[in-house]
């Protein structure tokens, strides 16, 4: 059993920057991919950036590509998303998700979620 607990929300003007970090208990955090998703209330949950397990590969949603930059720590149990110039649009619900794989993953192949970190931004 994996638990994710996300932290690093809040409240920012547009053109700010926020910092997401979720911590993974368990050992078995160095073998998965991990990945942030986000969702606001009436849509469905979206991928934001995924990380294998090395850390070696990364990938992004076009709408945040240049602005957020997902990475971790596989010595802390740690992954990180750096939010930068963020803009209204990005005002959601954050989810930590761990795959059960070590590559890039679907969504249907995530073994575990957080309890997700609310992000909203201002005009």
């Known amino acids: 059993q994996v638990q994710l607990l996300e932290s690093g929300g809040g409240l920012v003007q547009a053109g700010g920057s926020l910092r997401l970090s979720c911590v993974a208990s368990?050992?078995?955090?160095?073998?998965?991919?991990m990945g942030w998703f986000r969702q606001v209330v009436g849509q469905e949950r979206e991928i934001v950036a995924r990380i294998t397990s090395t850390g070696g590969g990364t990938q992004y949603v076009d709408s945040v590509k240049g602005r957020f930059t997902i990475s971790r720590d596989n010595a802390k149990n740690t992954v990180y998303l750096q939010m930068n110039s963020l803009k209204p649009e990005d005002t959601a619900v954050y989810y930590c998700?761990?795959?059960?794989?070590?590559?890039?993953?679907?969504?249907?192949?995530?073994?575990?979620w957080g309890q997700g970190t609310q992000v909203t931004v201002s005009s």
């Open positions: 998700a761990a795959s059960r794989y070590s590559g890039l993953f679907r969504q249907s192949e995530i073994d575990y």
């Open positions: 368990g050992h078995t955090f160095s073998s998965r991919a």
